[in-house]
């Protein structure tokens, strides 16, 4: 039986690393139904021992699917001892399961709110990103 590593860490920057608004071809009114492309890649710094969660997202029109704005953005977290989760055979960082929906959690819970902060007044006020499965298929 494994003995479960202690994870600690704390969130140690968010940046915004691209944003856009398009003009929309079609009236947006209160009517319009956004979707959402959400892709998020994690990446890693093992001399700063740290984990980065990068969610890049298209705001959709629903019905047309046109692209009417986009957001990407990376949270940054130390992770203390981060070099007990690296795998040197593999070259790759093995962070349990739960950790890693943990992450993807914080991280898509903070793109929305930086999200709500760059549309606000403008028409895509209304694109809130629901909630989403933080377990979702993640790029390495």
Known sequence: MSEEKPFNFQIKGIEILDTSIIRPKNKIDGNTVFGFDLQAQHSFNLERELVIVTCNIDVLDNNSKDKLGHVNASCLYYVENFKQYFDEKTSAPSLPQGVVTMLNS???????????????????????????NPNMQIKK
């Open 106 to 132: 914080i991280s898509i819970s903070t793109v929305r709110g930086v999200m709500y902060g760059i549309f606000r007044g403008t028409f895509l006020n209304g694109a809130i990103l629901p909630v989403v």
